[in-house]
């Protein structure tokens, strides 16, 4: 069936580093993305909703500068984590639309040290 | 607003057995859609279970089923015959608006908190 990769699946950077996330569709076109955010042992947030060829639509009180989203293309999304704190440490996930179906990706796990 | 609501604690069940998830959802959309999704320790969202809220049977997926009473905003899933692989994070999620793709991830989820299911063998 219809993949959505995500890279890297796992990542350790340094405080201050940017961090970046490919979401990428690998056998059919995605208009829609979509981010989310998942805390240890708490439920996926969605961060903000990404449109190929247009500025992504963010949740509220998810800082746009600090978490950079584009969707160049209609197989790849990129969330890139900027100026990363511990904080930031956290699992992100993506899921990608089609016409017809749509699945998440396999998430990535951010450690900021 | 939408909210999802999973209270239960830790759920045990044995192998072979039946085990009900509780899930109860508020929103004052009268189009909507419920889901069900397994997360396994390596993080991966997968798709169990749709219910749109103009089905008037309730879903089934194999040993999955969505006890989907309207009336009282619930959508508890049912997992018939438990296996050791079944052990996971379970998510009951809703999409506000029209009911449209079964898998869900195309629309901006709303997802409860959790519930974690351990297997005994």
């Known amino acids: 069936g219809a993949v959505v990769s995500q890279h890297p699946s796992r990542v350790i950077c340094k405080s201050g580093t940017s961090v970046k996330i490919e979401c990428r569709s690998l056998d059919f076109q995605a208009t829609t993305m979509f981010w989310y955010r998942q805390f240890p042992k708490q439920s996926l947030m969605l961060m903000a909703t990404s449109n190929e060829g247009s500025k992504a639509t963010y949740e509220q009180g998810v800082e746009k500068d600090k978490f950079l989203i584009n969707h160049a293309s209609l197989t790849l999304s990129t969330l890139t984590v900027t100026s990363a704190h511990p904080e930031d440490s956290s699992f992100y996930i993506c899921s990608a639309k089609s016409n017809t179906e749509a699945f998440f990706g396999q998430g990535t796990r951010l450690t900021v040290v | 607003a939408q909210k999802i609501t999973q209270t239960q604690p830790g759920m045990f069940v044995q192998e072979k057995e039946a085990v009900t998830l509780d899930c109860t959802y508020d929103?004052?959309?009268?189009?909507?859609?419920l889901f069900w999704y397994k997360q396994p320790s390596s993080g991966e969202m997968i798709f169990l279970i749709y219910?749109?809220?103009?089905?008037?049977q309730n879903a089934t997926e194999g040993r999955y089923s969505l006890n989907f009473q309207k009336a009282r905003k619930s959508a508890n899933l049912v997992i018939s015959a438990s296996q050791l692989g079944d052990s996971a994070m379970y998510f009951c999620?809703?999409?506000?608006?029209?009911?449209?793709?079964?898998?869900?991830?195309?629309?901006?989820?709303?997802f409860g908190k959790g519930i974690t299911l351990s297997v005994r063998p």
């Open positions: 999620a809703m999409r506000e608006g029209p009911p449209a793709r079964r898998t869900g991830a195309n629309s901006k989820l709303t």
């Open positions: 219910q749109g809220s103009y089905d008037e």
């Open positions: 929103t004052s959309d009268q189009s909507y859609g």
